[in-house]
């Protein structure tokens, strides 16, 4: 497999760091065993309360796997703002770009029933006063100090591509997790190092039903024709799909047994920006980065579901283990 080396900026002296351009939430998360049919009640057998919002779970990924990480963000002057600001403190994340408005905390309401399967409602209120000049003075503050971008959609899709844009200026390497996915400017995507759609969301994005690998690798296809250089198509239960203008890798998922799936694609992304920013070949990042959304989907809530660094290391060993007596019992065979 062929895969161009993503370009570095490691500064002299520092560690390198991630940078997040997104949004922040106060997660209100209910558990049932089915989701209910439209007009009816159930009973709930669970609930929490945490910090949420794709953009503050991949910061908080992205320090628990060892980088530097920095959010660029809002959050308002309500109640819900100590619970996420204690919480991004408390996961290691750098807060300093993250900045008051005068406006309630942004909500997700998420429903999570027996097999982990959830549906969420955002309700954005301050991530919507996100600005492309404070992603400006952000990332001149942070020169230097980061080479991977994170960003997604959940903030105002002007400033996104606006950070798209800056990042790629600043000479960093550029991750676009495409959720909520939405209709993007067709120019943006040369700006784009890796895209890490679901299946979903390639769909909505290319047109292009994503069922099976073949598919996947064609969706792919279409991304890398518009200028990405990395297109990682993400299948749940069966792996992923990477697909460069080169070659095609995939990668199998990791066995587990699914309790909530909410965040698993955060914590993807989180450990593949920090994998990436300390150095680490494109496919290895991947790997970690498979093996932390594996491990979140096993615990309840978003940011708490979020594993640490020794939790995946020691996931990527014991698979590692159970590979290789499968190939010594085979060969025996």
Known sequence: MKVTAMKQTEPL???????????????????????????ETLLGNGATLALGGKGANQAAAAALAGADSYLVGCVGTDLFRSLVIEGLEGFGVDITEVRDVNDSTGIAHIRVDASGENDIVIVPMANSHLSAGQVDAAFHSLSGRVSVLLTQLEVPTAVAMHAIRAGRA?????????????????????????????????RILTGISVIDSASAVE????FCARGVHSALITLASAGAVLVTSDDVLHFPAFPVTAV??????????????????????????????????????????????????????????????????????????
């Open 219 to 222: 969706a792919g296809r279409w």
């Open 170 to 202: 600043a000479g960093l390497t550029v991750l676009l997790d495409p959720a909520p996915a939405a209709e993007l400017d067709p120019e943006i995507w040369p700006f784009v190092d890796v895209v890490t759609p679901n299946e979903t969301e390639a």
């Open 13 to 39: 002296h520092l560690k390198p760091g991630v940078v997040t351009v997104g949004s922040i939430t106060a997660d209100v998360t209910a558990f049932s065993d089915r989701l209910p049919e439209p007009g």
């Open 260 to 333: 909530d799936t909410t965040a698993a694609g955060d914590a993807f992304a989180g450990y593949l920006g920090a994998g990436l920013a300390e150095g680490r070949p494109l496919a290895e990042a991947i790997r970690h980065a498979m093996a932390a959304g594996a491990l979140t989907v096993t615990r309840r809530g978003a940011s708490p579901s979020l594993p640490s660094r020794s939790d995946v290391d020691t996931l990527l060993r014991e698979h590692a283990s159970a590979a290789s007596a499968a190939q010594l019992q085979h060969s025996h065979n």
